[in-house]
């Protein structure tokens, strides 16, 4: 590290055993600055190498094949690790570079300027000027993460020397400059400052815990908070494995980039090509052509609603017709004039449309048609809620009805001559002088109290009040929410009884065979109370035994029950679940997670409302915290066949048939979960891997037996099994905002990852609550996640096997991925969770069928 007697310089090397490496060559003396790209000096070629300095290196040369020799000789002695080297090559810089974004948008930093400027001038209009530290987050775009951007904000001062808790406007345009700026070494500088609190340029595993614990909230990660201990250990025993104690800002880029380079090699080349891909439609010039092309597409994709529609909407619209025409032609409109046909119109849309209404909630039948039948090929049984509330709209004709005899019937009669009247007097008698007279009928009574009836259930059916999210003083805030929908929904019993009494009792209508109420009822009322007694007859014969409770955090009660003696069911369908200890005459639909291969039925609930807030309390009681004590599980496990005294008693009744049951007709599924939405997909997911495991055994068996008669049979069987099965590629995706909802089905996940030796299906869990990969909140959550993957085979996020996605899914992504990867394929699209995305993935459903060769069939879990 000297030179010639005149001039002294200083020269960082590094020894490889073929040569040395020179870090940085300066004068001695001179001013720190930026190191250059280090150079590669191989062995017998260092004297000839120039420096940067010319004439100074050149004399120096033989002083530093001294000290190479020499270092190389200490270096074959000590036999240290060889040098790390990093991938600083654009694309691999590039892909890091989406881990470190200080700002919410990717805004250049000029134009982002701007719209910060003016955050600013708002928020110090009142201070004079000074930004104050606790509303940094809101004016750079972290509002939702104040305490993120406090320590950031006091990186930025740290690294200036700046001391006090505001700034103003020119500090904050340097802190902007830097946090915006786009290079990867000021990416990394300003993350290191981040995590480096006492600034001595070197992380300790203190600081490293407080970041993780930092982040993690940020993130909304309770888990990972709780062990950010562990995990700070874990970088430390990667990162410094000469037990420094600290680790330096090459160690924490050595992490980042090789993080970023396995996630790139890991992404196939052709798919990414593919995934670049635009389908975007052609655009069709001519509007004719256009609008004959949407209705075509139309057509195809609802062919099936079109012509139940159609068939509906005609059969009420010849029914009004009909009735309009007849009282038209009557002595009843010399009197009531067209207010009478009206109300008989509407009189009798409204008896096919009660009649209607009943066959939906007969889920018996329907399932039976369904499964037994073909009629589900040309009847659309999955939207058949969809059909249950047009159904209940056009129910509220009613109004038609009474409104046209109460202000126009009514008054009409009343005000006639007596000439006029006289025709009506067989229908009425006298003429009334009183407008009471028709009030106190039994015409007049039972209508109107239907109509009352009428107008509580369906008002408690409405969303907002269903969901008791109406704003309603606390008094009638009890009378909200699905306890009330429940129960003002069985006053329709009471309804029906009316509306055949009132059927009777028409005014202008005497002979029996032209009172048609009763016609139209027989049928659907008889059917439902058959269900009503089967379903009855078989909850009740014996309750099930509860084998397994667990609470899971999330509000999530799971129930492992026994399979009653019959009891046979198919992935994707649901069960109605009774407790008395809640409530006696409750019952309440639940997605079935078990796979039908399975010796035990389960369940998963999710506290939403009263009866489920109950039941989660009820079997809390008799639960014990998990061994572990840091999950804030709680579970009970009882002997197979023994029943506690301490459980409370449940029956079930069911299976019922769901959209998701058919998924086997498909070569291809796509599943998709949001929340508790997962519980049908996870019974899917579950008979995948049990067919796909039977299949591999039957055919095992056949190959080791080697028999030609069993060979024969076993194929049969096997031919069998694949005839019913066609699937052969799943796709799950699982959105979820919390980190504990993993917990419901995280043995599950772990037992697919073990068991799908194929890899038939692939399985995505996407936690909403940690920022999107990209952002600086998340960046050391996403390098923690890929280094304890890469260790332990354990996903932080989730705790399993399967690595977890940040923030939300792109759709269309998920959708090109899977249109490209099977082309001319039948893709079945399931999907249970929120109304909000039904129409975006039904969207997409319908226009990659139309872009691509792949067709994908949408359908959504209805209850």
Known sequence: MSSSRDEMVEITLEVRDDGVA?????????????????????????????????????????????????????????????????????????????????????????????????????????????????????????????????????????????????????????????????????????????????????????????????SASANKLKNIQKQAEEYAALIMEELDPDHLGYIMIDNLEMLLLHGASQSARGESRNLSQMLSQKLKPVYETNPVRRVCRSAKYFLLDNWQRVWVIALWVGAMAGLFAYKYVQYRERAAYDVMGSCVCFAKGAAETLKLNMALILLPVCRNTITWLTNKTGLGVVVPFDDISTFTRLIAFAISIVWIHAISHLTCDFPRLLDASPEKYEPMEKYFGSQPKSYWHFVKSVEGVTGIIMVVLMAIAFTLALPCFRRGRANLPKPLKKLTGFNAFW????????????????????????????????????????????????????????????????????????????????????????IFVNCAAVSPFEWHPFSITSAPGDDYLSVHIRTLGDWTRQLRTVFSKVCQASDDGTSGLLRLDCAQGYNNPNLPKVMIDGPYGAPAQDYKKYDVVLLVGLGIGATPMISIVKDIVNNIKAMEEEEGSTLEKGNINNRSTANTGSSKRRDNFKTTRAYFYWVTREQGSFEWFKGIMNEVAELDHNHVIELHNYCTSVYEEGDARSALIAMLQSLNHAKNGVDIVSGTRVKSHFAKPNWRNVYKRVALEHPDSRVGVFYCGAPALTKELRHLALDFSHKTSTKFDFHKENF
């Not at 260092?46 to 100074?56: D, F, I, M, W």
């Not at 809101?138 to 006090?164: P, Q, T, V, Y």
């Not at 300790?204 to 614990?213: A, G, H, L, R, V």
């Not at 009884?497 to 027989?522: D, F, P, Q, R, S």
Request: aromatic fraction near 10%; include cysteine.
């Open 487 to 574: 129960y003002s929904h069985h006053l329709f019993i009471i309804v029906y009884a009316l509306l055949i009494v009132h059927g009777i009792k028409l005014y202008l209508t005497k002979e029996w065979y032209k009172k048609t109420t009763w016609m139209y009822l027989a049928v659907p009322v008889t059917l439902y109370l058959c269900e009503r007694m089967t379903r009855a007859l078989r909850s009740s014969i014996k309750p099930v035994t509860i084998y397994k409770v667990a609470v899971y955090p999330g509000n999530v009660l799971a129930l492992h029950m026994s399979k009653p003696n019959g009891f046979r069911y198919k992935s994707g369908q649901y």
């Open 22 to 214: 020179v870090h940085d060559v300066k004068p001695a003396g001179a001013s720190v600055g930026e190191t250059p790209d280090r150079m590669f000096i191989p062995k017998g070629k260092l004297e000839k190498k120039t420096s940067p300095l010319g004439a100074s290196m050149r004399n120096a040369s033989l002083k530093i094949r001294q000290v190479g020799n020499e270092l190389k000789r200490l270096a074959s002695m000590s036999k240290p690790a060889p040098p790390r080297y990093f991938d600083r090559s654009k694309s691999a810089a590039a892909h890091a570079l989406k881990g470190l974004k200080f700002i919410s948008k990717g805004d250049p930093a000029g134009a982002g300027w701007a719209e910060v400027e003016k955050r600013f001038d708002e928020i110090t209009a009142a201070t004079g000027g000074a930004l104050p530290r606790a509303r940094f987050g809101e004016c750079i775009g972290m509002k939702d993460s104040e305490e993120f951007a406090g320590h950031l904000f006091d990186a930025l001062a740290r690294r200036r020397n700046i001391e006090g808790d505001s700034i103003d406007k020119s500090v904050m345009k340097e802190f902007w400059d830097q946090i915006s700026d786009q290079s990867f070494d000021a990416r990394l500088q300003t993350f290191f400052d981040l995590v480096d609190k006492d600034a001595d340029g070197r992380l300790t595993e203190n600081e490293i815990k407080e970041i993780i614990s930092l």
